[in-house]
């Protein structure tokens, strides 16, 4: 198995002319994309941090950032990955806290802010421009040197699936023996292939799961700066893919959006990951389109997904197993044991999921994600035990109210959290998208439909309706705490 840093070095070496990312309708070639690259790399030397060197990587979804990422790790560098959409003042903060040796990120990204920072704390600064880098005038110099000895590795903060966000590892060996490796093209030329289309942001898991692998195979693509449901039509109506994916909000976007059934024909199956999708949600699509939906699941602290539906398993189980996101992966192994005890218990009982994953080690590794194995081997995620919502005794799982409101014709989507009650501790409050053809839909309504799916306790004492629900710009999953502020701000 070749070297990830010996991959890196190799892709940006191909043919200058060769084509690489569409970027905006505008084609960047693999000269551009090492031209960068070397660039990059050329300063992170000159900067005295040397072989080894620590970058933190503020990554957009942008060429200059994809080219740099191969750059750096052509030149063996650990990447701490640092979340582009926050303010200056975290990212400060931040970089305080890990102590890069240099600061790698867009050309606006560096307000005064973070220029302060990194003279203060003697970080260089490299500033990614299209289709060009640079060093910073006075902040050419990097205070701390690399370890040249220390095995290179790309750090990224995990989504809080085993508890709050905290940085995770993977080396350079894990990623090119688990993520590149097992995507590689079986046949053909892949330069030749459907482009890939990336819109997952670079820094996350998911965003190296789907950039590496393309970008090192060989494979053309084509870069969003993020999700957007007109950038993934555009992308199939002109390269009619024969396999794709939509973050799982996006199939309901589809579905509101009346998307044409003959727009999705050259479509074997889709793949859905990163968040939930509700069943309901799955059936009215692949109705629909007839196109199969294969539900994953993974996280950032598993270095990528432990149980997937494949093609074969959702032709033989899809209809009774709907909802469900597959069995083991090879090496992998899951149980559900319960909350109080950690007994590990018999299918069909719900609990607490543990996951081995043969990419970090044979340890079990604890999740807050509740769960269900069927007998069958079957995994079914129920929500998060860290969100349940206490009203006055009683557990509830915001999961389970949004998929009853899901239930009804007028709702598009839907956020449930618990809100402060003096007398009852908490009570949930409903965030609800409702359909473009429901405008009238109000909270009477909805209140009585659910008192025929839910029982009482679970009807939501707060409601708010919007036009779209608020989304994280890294993995669009809905972004909690901005619904958090929507209904505080009602209640």
């Known amino acids: 198995m070749e070297d990830l840093g010996q991959l890196s070095a190799a892709a940006l070496a191909r043919p200058a002319e060769q084509p690489a990312i569409e970027f905006r309708k505008r084609w960047i070639s693999w000269g551009e994309m090492r031209r960068v690259g070397e660039r990059v790399g050329e300063l992170i030397l ?3 941090a040397g072989p080894g060197a620590r970058v933190a990587f503020v990554a957009r979804n942008r060429p200059s950032a994809l080219a740099a990422l191969l750059g750096m790790i052509a030149g063996r ?3 701490r990955m640092v979340y582009p959409f926050q303010s200056a003042t975290a ?9 890069p040796s240099v600061l790698v990120a867009a050309a606006e990204d560096f307000p005064e802010t973070i220029l302060a920072e990194s003279r203060s704390s003697g970080i260089a600064a490299i500033a990614l421009r299209e289709m060009d880098a640079c060093s910073l005038p006075g902040l050419e110099h990097a205070r701390r040197p690399g370890d040249a000895t220390l095995p290179p590795q790309v750090e990224i903060l995990t989504s809080g699936t085993t508890g709050p966000p905290k940085p995770f590892r993977l080396s350079y060996a894990t990623i090119a023996r688990f993520i590149v490796a097992p995507r590689a093209m079986d046949s053909g030329d892949p330069a030749a292939a459907p482009p890939a289309l990336l819109y997952f942001p670079v820094g996350n898991i998911s965003g190296l799961y789907s950039t590496l692998p393309a970008l090192l195979n060989g494979q053309r693509a084509v870069l969003l700066d993020r999700f957007s449901l007109a950038g993934w039509h ?6 009619r893919p024969a396999t794709g994916g939509l973050p799982p909000a996006g199939f309901q976007m589809v579905l509101d959006a009346g998307i044409p059934p003959a727009d999705l024909d050259c479509l074997r199956y889709m793949g859905a990951g990163a968040a939930p999708l509700a ?8 109705e629909r389109y007839g196109v199969p939906i294969l539900l994953s699941y993974g996280a950032t602290e598993f270095a990528g997904p ?32 319960d909350p109080v005890s950690g007994a590990v218990l018999p299918p069909g009982a719900e609990g607490i999921l543990q996951v081995i994953s043969p990419r970090v080690g044979p340890d079990w590794i604890h999740t807050s994600d509740v769960a269900v194995i ?37 709702v598009s989507a839907a956020a449930v959290i618990g809100l402060a009650d003096k007398r009852l501790g908490q009570v949930p409050g409903a965030l609800v998208q409702l359909a473009p053809d429901s405008p009238q839909t109000g909270a009477a309504e909805l209140e009585a439909h659910l008192r025929d799916h839910v029982p009482a306790t679970h009807i939501p004492v707060v409601w708010r309706f919007v036009d779209a629900l608020p989304r994280t710009a890294m993995s669009f999953k809905v972004d909690r705490p901005a619904v958090r502020k929507l209904l505080e701000r009602t209640n």
Not at 279 to 286: H, L, M
Not at 309 to 325: D, F, I, N, Q
Not at 394 to 406: D, M, N, S, V, Y
């Open 91 to 99: 990212i400060a903060r931040e970089l305080a806290e890990i102590e």
């Open 306 to 337: 432990v149980a997937a539906m494949t093609p074969e398993l959702h032709a033989t189980w899809g209809r009774t197993k709907l909802g469900s996101v597959g069995r083991a992966l090879p090496g992998a192994q899951l149980r559900v044991v």
């Open 279 to 286: 069943p309901e949600v799955q059936r009215a699509f692949e």
């Open 46 to 48: 000159a900067s005295g």
């Open 77 to 79: 560098c650990t990447i």
């Open 374 to 410: 069927d007998e069958d081997g079957f995994l079914f995620l129920r929500g998060r035990a860290d969100g349940a919502i206490i009203r006055g005794g009683f557990k509830l799982l915001p999961e389970t109210i949004e998929r009853a409101l899901l239930l009804h014709p007028g």
């Open 234 to 239: 555009d992308h199939l109506l002109r390269f």
